[in-house]
């Protein structure tokens, strides 16, 4: 037998031995995503995100129609200004502004953490995001930080405009944790595991269980086979132990008929 055919006997025997024992690794599967769903809902906080959508306008005057025209000068403007108006929304102003109408309760730094900001598919409209473990409070402070950055913004960048598209609004739904995704990641985790383990102990095991694991490591013929005693094929006398009788035969029986066999002639007497 060469190589390949070994290396594919390994590969099937994976196979079969997974098929095999197939109940252990859905078992498996199962236990894990229960741990993760059930650490899902009880131990992770869930956090909510409230976004406002903004537009970034880059206008140009003709002087003597006085008519506002958008050229595609202005819209590659505004496409830049969008990053400009990102980065304004981590400044200290802007930080501190909202920190300070929030109450005191947050520092500028926890509102820097809570808050990011991106370009919409690389237009002029532009999204703030809050995150944060109360809706509610998501919410204010996305349209707090909106109004303040709009407010400092336009003292510095003069000649264009930034307008509110939508105002955040309270989420409804958590964002994360996906309890659903969580559960089916721990399922395969599970699972694979379990896959992981079969086969390794599989592959450690260094006891000959078939005819196949001689022929994986000897390359020579089998001449003979020891039977198992211990089995019954078809019709036949197999020679038994009776622990009633002593030594006796039995007609297409095992071992365990032979001795009830034995057990009842005791009870009647001897008599069948």
């Known amino acids: 037998m060469n190589d390949a055919d070994k290396r594919e006997l390994d590969i099937t025997r994976?196979?079969?031995e997974l098929v095999h024992k197939a109940w252990i690794i859905i078992l498996a599967g199962v236990i894990v995503a229960s741990v993760v769903?059930?650490?899902?809902?009880n131990c992770i906080t869930p956090i909510y995100k409230a976004s406002a959508l903004l537009y970034v306008n880059n206008f140009s005057e003709d002087v003597q129609s006085k008519v506002v025209r958008v050229a595609d000068t202005d819209i590659d403007t505004s496409q830049a200004l969008v990053g400009t108006y990102i980065a304004f929304l981590s400044s200290d102003q802007v930080l501190s502004g909202v920190a300070e109408e929030l109450g005191g309760g947050y520092t500028p730094e926890m509102i820097e953490s809570m808050l990011?900001?991106?370009?919409?598919?690389?237009?002029?409209?532009?999204?703030i995001?809050?995150?944060?473990?109360?809706?509610?409070?998501?919410?204010?402070i996305a349209n707090l930080v909106t109004d303040k950055s709009i407010e400092i913004v336009s003292q510095y960048l003069e000649g264009s405009s930034v307008k509110v598209v939508d105002y955040a609004e309270v989420p409804k739904e958590k964002s994360?944790?996906?309890?659903?995704?969580?559960t089916i990641m721990g399922f395969m985790a599970g699972a694979v595991l379990a896959s992981l383990v079969i086969i390794l102990l599989m592959l450690f095991n260094e006891k000959v269980s078939s005819e196949k694991d001689i022929e994986a490591l000897f390359d020579e013929p089998i001449i003979g086979r020891i039977p198992d005693l211990n089995q019954v094929y078809?019709?036949?006398?197999?020679?038994?132990?009776g622990y009633g009788y002593g030594y006796g035969y039995g007609y297409g029986y095992d071992s365990r008929q032979i001795n009830q066999h034995n057990r009842n002639k005791i009870e009647k007497g001897g008599e069948e």
């Open 37 to 41: 769903c059930l650490y899902t809902i």
């Open 116 to 127: 990011s900001a991106s370009s919409v598919n690389d237009t002029e409209l532009f999204r």
């Open 14 to 16: 994976i196979i079969w």
């Open 234 to 241: 078809g019709e036949g006398y197999h020679y038994r132990y």
């Open 176 to 182: 994360y944790p996906s309890t659903s995704k969580n």
């Open 129 to 140: 995001t809050v995150s944060h473990p109360n809706p509610g409070e998501a919410e204010r």
